[in-house]
């Protein structure tokens, strides 16, 4: 019996996603529940799971096709003629089954002369790996071909590409093989070897699924909220010496302790006092909606944009099960393994734009669903007044708090800054108050 598998709504209210990789291709027979494809929704790159068990007989469209929610994906078991309005199959008249099923059009175009033993390649043509594999091996001059993928699915893993360069032996290094079809910039040369200027192709590029996303999400936020932001920086030198007691500690144990879990700690904290900070304004209904709990947000920067997960119940746990927290998250966004409940949720954000900061103040976009989101910048060396009033070398950090204006007012917004800096600058206050 021929069945139509459509695209499934992956992600809560999803219309649309892109099919980033085919993990099966035409001729394949599959099990129920066996992953077909990875689509990018929104932010997330997730597996999709075939309802169906069969042969695949068809594939509608190509890798890097958008599709929309209820349209064809895969035909099982039928001619190959599936129709593309997303209605079943021809059965009357239907041709014997060829020995080996046509390829799609991509598989035509783009299938390789020679396949190295160990790399998998997608119905299109692509090897698997993620955007961040991708961009190390440019970076290293790695051919991804040469790489054996140990990944589900046959994907190349970054401890694939490290082991790989790590065991490569030191002989003179082939010809470059043909590039791969990306938009990204060239890989930067050496450090000791003069810089290649980039090279820029005018022209359109049409925006990616994430990118549609951020731009829309942005826009909406910034013309809907009135958004204010207060400026201010406290001296850290204290939190300092208690990161530096327990880094090893928790490294031992497989995580890193940044500031981050202590700024969590420190926003939960002062939404337990200040619950505005934990709420967000809800004009359809004229009501101000309090959360229950504060779900400290986080951005990750990724090859694929930024990410926002969020530390369930953040003022509940210990800063070590928040450092623990936070480093998992930050590891699986990179590499676009992140659950959409884990970016569904936030109730306060923290942007950090570390040690790419200049001034280290900016003005962060508040996210949707939230009235406030906290900007960090990398702590530096200044000239400070000492309690002794005495001028000495302090650590300071600066703080930019963006909040809803609707919901906060500057003098509120002004005691949220002096409860976090309180907490920053003394961890003591703030080991007792959360």
Do not use: C
């Not at 649309?16 to 997330?44: M, R, Y």
């Not at 046509?102 to 692509?126: F, H, L, M, W, Y």
């Not at 004009?283 to 990410?307: C, H, P, R, S």
Request: zero cysteines; proline letters at 7%; charged letters at 25%.
């Amino acid at each position: 019996m021929t069945e139509i598998f459509k695209m499934p709504d992956i992600g809560e209210g999803m219309a649309e996603g892109e099919i980033a990789n085919w993990l099966v291709k035409v001729g394949d027979t599959i099990k129920e529940e066996d992953a077909v494809a990875e689509v990018q929704n929104d932010k997330l790159l997730q597996e999709i799971l075939s309802p169906y068990g069969g042969k695949i007989t068809k594939l509608f469209v190509d890798a890097g096709t958008v599709v929309k929610v209820g349209e064809p994906l895969i035909e099982f078991d039928g001619d190959g003629s599936g129709s593309a309005a997303g209605g079943e199959a021809p059965k009357e008249e239907a041709a014997p089954e060829p020995e080996e099923a046509a390829p799609t059009k991509a598989e035509e175009a783009n299938a390789p002369d020679e396949v190295k033993v160990g790399t998998e390649i997608t119905s299109n043509g692509q090897i698997l790996a993620m955007p961040s594999v991708r961009e190390y091996a440019r970076q290293h001059d790695i051919d991804l071909m040469q790489v054996p993928a140990t990944g589900r699915h046959g994907h190349i893993t970054m401890a694939d590409v490290e082991n790989f360069e790590g065991n490569a032996a030191p002989t003179p290094a082939p010809a470059a093989p043909t590039p791969e079809p990306t938009a990204a910039p060239a890989a930067p040369s050496a450090p000791d070897a003069p810089a290649k200027p980039a090279e820029v192709k005018a022209g359109r590029v049409p925006l990616s699924p994430v990118r549609k996303v951020i731009a829309k999400t942005l826009s909406n936020q910034a013309q809907t909220i009135p958004h204010v932001t207060v400026m201010d920086e406290v001296e850290v030198s204290e939190l300092m010496k208690l990161r530096d007691q327990f880094k090893e500690q928790t490294k031992q144990k497989g995580y890193k302790l940044t500031y981050m879990p202590f700024i969590a700690k420190a926003l939960a904290g002062a939404a337990r006092k200040y619950p505005e900070l934990s709420a967000m304004v809800d004009m359809d209904k004229q009501e101000i909606v309090y959360y229950e709990e504060t779900n400290v947000g986080f951005a990750v920067n990724t090859d694929n944009g930024l990410f926002v997960p969020n530390v369930k119940n953040t003022g509940s746990k210990s800063i070590m099960q928040v450092a623990q927290e936070i480093d998992d998250l930050a590891i699986r966004g990179r590499e676009g393994q992140l659950t959409p409940a884990e970016l569904q949720g936030g109730t306060v954000t923290i942007s950090n734009i570390g040690s790419e900061s200049g001034s280290g103040f900016f003005t962060p976009i508040i996210n949707p669903g939230e009235s406030a989101i906290l900007g960090i910048g990398r702590i530096r060396k200044t000239p400070i007044v000492n309690a002794d009033g005495e001028l000495a070398v302090g650590n300071t950090l600066k703080l930019s708090l963006s909040f809803d204006h609707r919901l906060i007012d500057g003098v509120l917004a002004q005691k949220i800054m002096n409860e976090l800096k309180a907490m920053l600058s003394n961890p003591a206050y703030m080991l007792m108050e959360v």
